[in-house]
């Protein structure tokens, strides 16, 4: 059984830092691409962030350009997300995801997933 697990989330003033991470279970990490998305409340589930399967490419939306940085270790099964300058428009649901088996990073750019965890809070305040 397929386990993704977030953590790291919490409720940080704008302009601080925060790190994310996503543990993942019951599956071989390294034949997965693995993303970060996020949910504002009213709004779609929006794309974040991909890295490729050993980490040699990584994808970050306009939005997070240059704030965000998806990464993985994959001895431990995990992705990472840290995220600096943190603005209030930042505040949403952080969902890590799977591609599907052997997918690609870029294909998660467009919502192409497989399995998904259940999500982390941030709240950025103002």
């Known amino acids: 059984q397929v386990q993704l697990v977030e953590s790291g989330g919490g409720l940080v003033q704008a302009g601080g830092s925060l790190r994310l991470s996503c543990a993942a279970s019951?599956?071989?990490?390294?034949?997965?691409?693995m993303g970060w998305f996020r949910q504002a409340p009213g709004k779609e589930r929006e794309f974040v962030a991909a890295?490729?399967?050993?980490?040699?490419?990584?994808y970050h939306s306009d939005s997070v350009k240059g704030r965000f940085t998806i990464s993985r270790d994959n001895a431990k099964k995990t992705v990472y997300l840290e995220m600096s300058s943190l603005k209030p428009e930042d505040t949403a649901i952080y969902y890590c995801?799977?591609?599907?088996?052997?997918?690609?990073?870029?294909?998660?750019?467009?919502?192409?997933?497989?399995?998904w965890g259940q999500g982390t809070q941030v709240t950025v305040s103002s």
């Open positions: 890295v490729s399967w050993i980490g040699g490419l990584t």
């Open positions: 995801a799977t591609s599907t088996f052997r997918g690609t990073a870029q294909e998660m750019r467009d919502m192409k997933t497989a399995y």
């Open positions: 019951g599956l071989t990490f390294s034949d997965y691409a």
